[in-house]
C-alpha cells in the first residue's frame, strides 16, 4: 500500500543558531491549552491520532508532533505509521525540525538546521542540500498558516516545494466530539494535494486528503 504519509515537524534551536534572514512573523498560532488533537480516520473509520504540544520559553518556542495509526482489512493490520518530531521557533522565526518516521517498516529521518539565507537539510531519502532564497522554509506541520506562503518541507521525505493555494470559502468541519466547527478551507496543489482548515483565530481545524482512501484529521475541541 503506497501513502505519501503524515508529515511532522522536528532539530534543537540551540543558542547561537543562525536565524534564516526573514521578515518577523506574526505572533504564531499557539493554543491557549498548549496542545492540538486531532482523530484520524481513513473512509470514515477511525485509524489513528495525531497530537502536538507547544512549549514556550522567552521567546523559544517548541512544538513536538506525535502520531501513529494503523490501517486493518477484515481486522488484519496491512498498513502501520507512526512519527515523532520536534520543530523549534526563535523570535517568532522558524529555526529547524528533527523527525522520525516509521513509514510501514521503512525507517526515515529529516534533520533541517539553519544556515545562513537557509537551512541545511539531511534526509534519509531525498539526501542531503542546502536551501537559500525566498520564500522562506517552513515545515509541514500544518498548525501554521504561514506555511501556506512558504517553500515546505516535507519531513518525511526531506523534499521540498512550493504550494499552489486557492481557497474556496468558509464552511463547517465536524469536530471528534461531533461539534460544528466554522473554518476556512484552503485547496493545496501542486506537488502536494490536500484541504487544510484554520478557525477564525487562525488555529488549524481540520485537514483531508486522498491516498489509497480518504484520509480526514478531525478536531478535538473538548
Known sequence: MQRRGLVLGGVGGAAGAVLPAQAPAAALPVPPS?????QILRNGTPVGEHHLYFTQSGNRLRVDLAAALVVRIAGIPVFHYR?????????????GVSSKVNHNGSMLEVLASPIADGFAVV????????????????PLTYWNKAMLEAMILNIETGRHYPAIVKSPGWNYLTSAEGERLL??????????HLSVWYDQYGQWAGLQFYVDGDVMFRKYVT
Open 34 to 38: 498548549g496542545e492540538l488533537r486531532f
Open 83 to 95: 512519527a515523532n518530531a520536534s520543530e523549534y521557533w526563535e523570535s517568532r522565526r522558524f529555526c
Open 123 to 138: 534526509s534519509t531519502k531525498a539526501g542531503d542540500y542546502n536551501y537559500t532564497g525566498s520564500p522562506p522554509m517552513m
Open 183 to 192: 473554518a476556512q478551507r484552503f485547496d493545496v496543489t501542486g506537488k502536494l
